[in-house]
């Protein structure tokens, strides 16, 4: 059964930092695509990061360059830490499991993954990041 659950959330001011993570029950090395999502208030879900199996992630351009994301497959866990935080970051932010696409074992590219949320069937419950002025 595929679990996630986020943690690192958190109340800060604009300019801090936090790291999230994502404690995956399935592990990190699977046959799953794995991205990290935001949902603000009266908005959509906005797609942020994809990230492979070695470790390797795409990013939306919205968020290039304050977002790193990670994973550490002896702990099952992906990160997303997240820079320079401004008022407009202000979101529940998700990770989330699509599976790969068999027979072949692939994902999805990245920037359809981020732009295609339906794609994924399991998600955690998120975690709040609220960035104050």
């Known amino acids: 059964q595929v679990q996630l659950v986020e943690s690192g959330g958190g109340s800060v001011q604009a300019g801090g930092s936090l790291r999230l993570s994502c404690a995956a029950s399935?592990?990190?090395?699977?046959?799953?695509?794995m991205a990290w999502f935001r949902q603000a208030p009266g908005k959509g879900r906005e797609g942020i990061a994809t990230?492979?199996?070695?470790?390797?992630?795409t990013y939306a351009d919205s968020v290039k360059g304050r977002f790193t994301a990670s994973n550490d497959n002896t702990k099952n866990t992906l990160y997303l830490q997240i820079d320079s935080l401004k008022p407009e970051d202000t979101a529940m932010y998700y990770c989330?499991?699509?599976?790969?696409?068999?027979?072949?074992?692939?994902?999805?590219?990245?920037?359809?993954?981020?732009?295609?949320?339906?794609?994924?069937?399991?998600w955690g419950p998120g975690t709040q990041v609220t960035v104050s002025s």
């Open positions: 989330a499991a699509a599976a790969r696409i068999m027979p072949w074992g692939r994902c999805f590219s990245p920037g359809f993954l981020l732009e295609n949320p339906e794609k994924f069937t399991y």
């Open positions: 399935m592990g990190t090395n699977s046959n799953y695509c």
């Open positions: 990230i492979d199996d070695i470790g390797r992630a």
